[in-house]
């Protein structure tokens, strides 16, 4: 089974393959992982924020400002601090979810480009 960074690491080359038009626009937003203490702190000082989804696809559609994705592998599970930022940036007219591997985040983000949000409920 896949790991999160190697779900992750194939949506981010499917993407930029998939559409070139938007290459490098989807991006990841690392506050995650493990770090020096030092490091962590100096991150933390510079707004280093827990929970914050992994992605952003600074793209404005018809309804929303942008995508922000919380990435988990198939069988991962979404923090309390992840969900809160999933359900601050979906009031503040983001679509924000939280997406359990490659698949799901790949049908978020062609439903998002469609402006098609049908499917939101199976994600």
Not at 54 to 70: A, S, T, W
Not at 72 to 98: H, M, P
Request: hydrophobic fraction near 45%; aromatic fraction near 10%; glycine fraction near 8%.
């Amino acid at each position: 089974m896949a790991s999160e960074h190697e779900e992750q690491a194939a949506l981010i080359k499917w993407f930029d393959l998939q559409h070139k038009h938007l290459r490098g626009r989807l991006f990841a937003i690392p506050n995650g992982g493990q770090r020096h203490i030092l490091v962590a702190s100096k991150l933390k000082a510079e707004g280093v924020r827990k929970g914050l989804p992994d992605l952003m696809l600074p793209v404005k559609n018809r309804d929303y400002c942008g995508l922000f994705i919380e990435m988990k592998a198939k069988k991962g599970k979404a923090t309390v601090e992840q969900l809160d930022w999933i359900d601050y940036l979906n009031d503040a007219g983001y679509f924000a979810l939280v997406c359990y591997g490659i698949d799901d985040a790949k049908m978020a983000i062609l439903n998002y480009l469609a402006n098609d949000f049908k499917i939101k409920e199976t994600l």
